[in-house]
């Protein structure tokens, strides 16, 4: 692609190192904000600089946050006992959407995957561990996605906390509310039957 | 979305202003900056606002440029007399990638469409029609989309030139190479087989 101004190619070049984004979809926005007031590529400049260079980790669950502790983790309504492990922010996001937990987070930042270089030792589990270790948890819930990764990370936390008796579980794996049994994969309808719930208990949600 | 941070939540907020960026995809956007090293947040920050605050339109043609004066209006090897009409710049982009035009080009900004309030004022339409006053223009290539808006102000532009009788020349609508016929439209082949041309002139290309 030739440009007809370095100003337009640098920008375009530097928005198409995002993911999901091509130098067509670059040029695209790109024009779009040529088109728009010039506010708004600077406060959308400002916004991606500040957020860049301000942006706090909590030392506790390593959610992002605006203080050194995040409202999750500084609530006094949360249970400090449950802990619900994580692989990213955005599943925190998910589960907060759900209002189904009350409990503190734990992000891992990743899942243990050797085929993309991420060993135990670049994701957040000695600090979980530590917390195990502290004795005020009583409940560890895995919370990754159901792949080769997430049993593989799931199980490496799980091997390391085994001595300090808490109790671990995942959260359930089964047919999505809403649809349809003859669509569902063998794997999924096999382990919806094998951890069936006694029905009383469905009738409570 | 509940965000954890205020500033992550105005950068989504910001990123989610452009097209086709929902608030899911702004966070996936803005989560992998977090993850990549600051000065890369830092280099596209600056490239968007450099590009906003700096960049230049041609005062010929009104192609993006960093000068006064493009380079392809600036170039002594381009044919003056030749003029082009296109939408937006990446028409221009897009007819420069096939190496067939040796001419000049002139950017309308847009098409003439009242539904979407755009009317022939907000268009570069009068420079084009001085251009032509002046005298020095012998054609005039329409290379507009082939749609209802397209076609109204190939009309319009038409109509303000007509009394200067320079030759005027559209774009030829027709089968796309490498296409099979029992796939194309009606119109199209249809307008294939009316415009038909001398075999032996395709032959030359």
Do not use: W
């Not at 928005?15 to 091509?22: A, N, T």
């Not at 987070?105 to 917390?131: A, F, Q, R, T």
Request: with cysteine.
């Amino acid at each position: 692609m030739e440009f007809s101004s370095k100003l337009l190619e640098r920008a375009v070049n530097e928005m198409s190192q995002l993911p999901g984004i091509g130098k067509r979809t670059a040029l695209r926005l790109v024009l779009h904000m040529l088109r728009q007031p010039k506010e708004q590529t600077t406060m959308l400049s400002e916004a991606l600089q500040a957020m860049r260079n301000e942006v706090k980790f909590c030392k506790s669950c390593h959610n992002i946050s605006d203080h050194n502790l995040c409202e999750i983790c500084a609530s006094p309504n949360r249970n400090e006992s449950i802990i619900c492990v994580v692989e990213d922010i955005k599943d925190v996001m998910a589960i907060e959407n759900t209002s189904s937990f009350k409990g503190l987070y734990h992000v891992l930042g990743g899942k243990i995957s050797p085929m993309d270089g991420i060993g135990p030792h670049d994701l957040n589990i000695e600090s979980l561990v530590n917390k195990v270790k502290e004795g005020s948890v009583k409940e560890l819930i895995f919370a990754l996605s159901s792949t080769m990764e997430g049993d593989t990370t799931n199980f490496y936390i799980f091997k390391q906390i085994q001595e300090y008796k808490i109790f671990t579980s995942t959260i359930a794996r089964g047919i999505s509310v809403g649809d349809e049994l003859e669509y569902a994969d063998e794997i999924t309808l096999g382990r919806s039957i094998v951890n069936r719930i006694p029905f009383e208990n469905s009738l409570k949600l």
